[in-house]
């Protein structure tokens, strides 16, 4: 069916590094423009960034920027964001986005000692 799943979210240490992994199925993955969207504890969503269809074209939000990369795979079916230096205000539920239709699940991420 249609869908987003998540992965690879856990807790990390303040400085640490994590990957999340996005696999889509049921669409043509390679046609659409995809997001990460996060929501820190009691707080609303805040985009962090989006990716185009040929993975060309990228941007992120300014907390992450330079931190983040994100990138896919369209053979695979595969959107990743690599997280790097990360800090305990980046500790989120992480989500998927296929522009702006289709949500994952989300994958929490903490970052804490």
């Known amino acids: 069916q249609v869908q987003l799943v998540e992965s690879g979210g856990g807790l990390v240490q303040p400085g640490g590094s994590l990957r999340l992994s996005c696999a889509a199925s049921?669409?043509?993955?390679?046609?659409?423009?995809m997001h990460w969207v996060r929501q820190a504890p009691g707080k609303g969503l805040e985009w962090v960034s989006v990716?185009?269809?040929?993975?060309?074209?990228?941007d992120y939000v300014n907390s992450v920027r330079g931190r983040f990369t994100i990138n896919r795979d369209n053979a695979k079916n595969m959107l990743y964001l690599q997280m790097n230096s990360l800090k305990p205000e980046d500790t989120a539920v992480y989500y998927c986005?296929?522009?702006?239709?289709?949500w994952g699940q989300g994958t929490q991420v903490t970052v804490s000692l």
């Open positions: 986005v296929r522009h702006w239709a289709l």
């Open positions: 049921g669409f043509i993955f390679s046609s659409h423009w």
């Open positions: 990716i185009n269809p040929g993975g060309k074209t990228t």
